[in-house]
């Protein structure tokens, strides 16, 4: 699975129990990053909904949520991948950016990045293909890369990893139905059909997954920007577009008060960090308007299946918290009953 800061990777088996508990048939992931979250909603069987700012998370959603695997021949993306790995390198606008003014990538594996990518959009634009090789090239890309994970550097020395050929692999599609959107939460919000279940994993903090994952970006897009700086970033991060309210301290609270107005759902999910700007009370603040609100606490670095504090309204802790840095809350809101099999399902 692609190095993704934020991703949910340790609290999917907790979200997967949660939305299960639910009852929920319908669902939304606000800001579906990786898609992890949405996927395993998927795979519960619910009709999902993925939506988030960044094209690399649409190429994602496309693949992941939109496709329904049992509709589609599977034959036609073996031979795709089979062909576009066969492609020889040839050097372009991805390894002059991103393997020689930048070293993300070893050139060898630019250069199939530029043939791969060219082709990709000649010969599988318009064809359901199109996402699910996107997808698999971000992957391949991601597991030669020499970087720590984010894209604002790249290692000194070529990490040991980016020596290895590029080479695409079957993304592995789902059996379901869903939806994959890209937009702006705080617009998409009120736009959007009513669901069973929100789930809302917004940005931390003044860290930006546009900056941070420019590469990605541009790799879907397409479009051979300007750049800047030794990164090589994207000129239009600089624009004022491009930025996230949740980004700001300033700004940030108000959207997502904004977007849990406008949102039409009966229960809500909400994953926040401790290292972040909003204080317990004031998430409690932000979803009280859905009834009952339960927050669950998770040591993200070392969570194995133990949840290590539960919080009722009143902020009055239940459970043994460990010691821990790094504690993700999961906020739940929503009808008592609901609210109530949720949090039972998780502290059995
Ligand atoms: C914490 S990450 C979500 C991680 C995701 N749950 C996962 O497991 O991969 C936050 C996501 O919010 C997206 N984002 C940032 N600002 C946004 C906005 N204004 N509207 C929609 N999505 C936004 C980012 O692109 C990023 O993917």
Not at 1 to 10: D, P, Q, V
Not at 125 to 137: A, E, I, N, V
Not at 181 to 193: F, H, K, R, Y
Request: aromatic share 10%; hydrophobic share 40%; with cysteine.
């Amino acid at each position: 699975m692609i190095k993704y800061l934020g991703s949910k990777r340790t609290l999917v088996p907790v979200l997967t129990k949660l939305a299960e508990a639910s009852g929920a048939s319908t669902s939304l992931d606000l800001f579906t990053g990786t898609t992890r979250v949405a996927q395993a909603f998927k795979q519960t069987g619910h009709r999902v909904t993925a939506t988030d700012l960044a094209s690399y998370s649409l190429a994602f959603a496309k693949t992941w949520i939109e496709i329904d695997a049992s509709m589609q021949e599977h034959r036609e993306l073996e031979d795709a991948l089979e062909h576009l790995n066969s492609l020889t390198g040839e050097p372009g606008y991805f390894t002059k950016s991103f393997c020689e003014d930048a070293r993300y990538f070893q050139p060898k594996n630019g250069q199939k990045v530029d043939s791969i990518r060219n082709q990709i959009e000649t010969d599988y634009k318009g064809s359901w293909l199109y996402f699910p090789l996107l997808t698999s090239l971000i992957l391949a890309a991601d597991r030669v890369d020499s970087t720590t994970g984010i894209q604002m550097a790249f290692l000194k020395q070529w990490s040991a990893r980016s020596h290895a050929n590029l080479v695409m692999k079957d993304p592995g599609l789902k059996v379901g139905s869903g939806t994959a959107l890209q937009g702006d939460a705080v617009e998409l919000a009120s736009t959007l059909a009513p669901v069973d279940l929100a789930y809302l994993d917004p940005p931390y903090n003044q860290h930006r997954y546009f900056a941070n994952y420019h590469v990605w970006e541009t790799l879907v897009r397409w479009d051979s920007p300007e750049s800047y700086g030794v990164a090589n970033k994207r000129i239009d991060v600089r624009d004022d577009n491009t930025k996230s309210a949740f980004n700001s301290k300033k700004t940030m609270a108000s959207s997502l008060a904004k977007v849990i107005a406008d949102l039409k759902c009966e229960t809500m999910i909400l994953s926040y960090n401790n290292e972040s700007w909003l204080s317990r009370d004031e998430l409690f603040a932000l979803v009280e308007t859905k009834g009952k609100v339960e927050i669950l606490d998770f040591d993200f670095k070392r969570y194995v299946g133990a949840q290590i504090g539960v919080y009722n309204k009143l902020g009055k802790k239940v459970g043994e918290p460990g010691h821990s840095r790094n504690i993700e809350h999961i906020v739940l809101a929503g009808p008592k009953q609901t609210v109530d099999r949720m949090t039972a399902a998780i502290l059995g």
